[in-house]
């Protein structure tokens, strides 16, 4: 298995623009999650999905973060208008087991927004 | 409030020897402790699981323990090598059940080790 995909890598862009994070779980994990990671709050959850279904949502830091899982093999995250301090590194991880144990986490996109 | 407590401060060892990092906790009551590495760049690869009734958890050179009354958890690696160099985070589990029984995990903010040759 290719493990967790996500893309793109990297992404810079500016104030006011749309950003979509893109991201295909492992095959046959159930459970997807997105988190965004920086020096000052360490690793955050913002959403979390369960059979495609949002479980929890309370870590999206506002109505400008929206994410969408419409089949078991691909998820976005969308920030509009995006913001300077949305700047991070947004990871993807999933999981077989619901119980949101042993995720195996993507490579991470690292979001600049200038 | 909940709060996971992991020594902010890098760790240096020298090779050879056991490195032992700390997790704290305080206002959780976790049926999982959890444990996981992180190179610069990568995202967390998941190392350890130990659940609360189980004391000690060993995995090759790792070990880890979770004393649920001092609410710590100690992970020790021997004969730690240059290429343990890493972060290292310990994740708990709230207890918070949505329906279904889904649990949320919330990750520690991490310790970095460094191992010298």
């Known amino acids: 298995d290719a493990g967790v995909i996500q893309s793109p890598r990297h992404e810079v862009t500016e104030m006011g623009q749309e950003v979509t994070l893109r991201c295909k779980p492992i095959?046959?994990?159930?459970?997807l999650f997105w988190y965004r990671q920086t020096m000052m709050r360490g690793l955050e959850l913002l959403i979390y999905f369960n059979n495609n279904v949002p479980i929890d949502d309370s870590g999206m830091p506002e109505d400008r973060f929206s994410a969408k899982m419409p089949n078991a093999s691909f998820s976005t995250l969308k920030i509009q208008p995006s913001e300077p301090r949305d700047s991070a590194v947004y990871f993807c991880?999933?999981?077989?087991?619901?119980?949101?144990?042993?995720?195996?986490f993507g490579p991470g996109t690292r979001l600049t927004v200038t | 409030s909940q709060k996971i407590e992991q020594n902010s401060e890098a760790l240096n060892i020298q090779e050879g020897k056991t490195a032992t990092l700390t997790c704290n906790y305080t206002?959780?009551?976790?049926?999982?402790l959890q444990w996981y590495r992180q190179d610069p760049g990568r995202g967390p690869v998941f190392l350890l699981l130990i659940r609360e009734n189980e004391k000690e958890k060993r995995k090759e050179r790792l070990k880890v323990t979770f004393d649920t009354t001092l609410k710590q958890s100690l992970f020790h690696i021997t004969a730690s090598q240059p290429a343990d160099s890493a972060t290292y985070l310990c994740a708990l589990d709230s207890r918070r059940l949505y329906s279904g029984g889904y649990q949320k995990v919330t990750f520690g903010t991490g310790t970095k080790l460094q191992v010298i040759p």
């Open positions: 206002n959780y009551s976790p049926a999982y």
């Open positions: 095959s046959g994990h159930n459970s």
């Open positions: 991880a999933s999981s077989s087991m619901g119980l949101a144990l042993e995720q195996y």
